[in-house]
């Protein structure tokens, strides 16, 4: 997904694209190191207007993903949505002559600026990166699920184990009389 932004007129432009995860090779290794499995295409839809000598872009990105529920470990599908919006402004080669690039592009990530060279934009990048950043961190199959016993590593979603709580040590037992919420 790339635009050229030599003639692109006051309107701006809009692109709509659907893209294989796979084809993205940060996405693509999250999924070789089974962090999660990527479902179908993602939906990326841009949004490129010019302004005064830079470029604004809104970004809409959906998606499914496949991933382990942080309580019971159950195969979890999860929807992927992410709206961005950031200032992509052209790298002036003068720049590198006072301070090294990595600071150049320290100093513009502080400011929300995305730096690129010559007359092209090239959004794979940043779609990777904001599909990485909607991922869920805490993924759940279900708002009530139960998640495994500590003790016997039993799904409670499947009922309740022989352990009971019945028999907890009683340094522990403290913890019985707290409620978790997450
Ligand atoms: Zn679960
Ligand atoms: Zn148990």
């Known amino acids: 997904m790339q635009i ?28 070789q190191n089974e962090d999660c499995r990527f ?3 993602l939906t ?5 207007m010019p302004s005064v000598g830079m470029f604004q872009v809104e970004g809409l990105i959906k998606g499914k993903v496949i991933l382990a529920c942080s309580r019971c470990l159950a195969v979890t599908e999860c929807p992927l949505r992410n709206t961005f919006r950031l200032t992509f402004a052209r790298r002036i080669p003068g720049d590198a002559a006072d301070s090294p ?4 592009e320290l100093q513009a ?3 929300g600026v995305v730096l690129f060279e010559g ?10 990166e904001q599909v990485i950043l909607a991922i869920p961190m805490q993924p759940i199959c279900r708002q009530d699920c139960r998640g495994l016993c500590a ?7 499947d009922g309740p184990c022989d352990c009971r709580g019945d028999n907890v040590d009683p340094r522990l037992a403290i913890l019985k009389t707290l409620k978790f919420d997450s």
Do not use: M, T, W, Y
């Open 4 to 31: 050229h932004v030599a003639n692109l007129s006051a309107e701006g432009l809009r692109l709509e694209d659907r893209i294989d995860p796979g084809k993205l090779p940060d996405l693509a290794a999250l999924q």
């Open 39 to 41: 479902e179908g295409p």
């Open 44 to 48: 990326v839809s841009l949004r490129v």
């Open 101 to 104: 690039p990595e600071a150049v």
């Open 109 to 111: 990530e502080e400011l």
């Open 119 to 128: 007359d092209q934009i090239d959004f794979r990048d940043i779609i990777q």
């Open 151 to 157: 003790r016997c590593g039993a799904n409670l979603n």
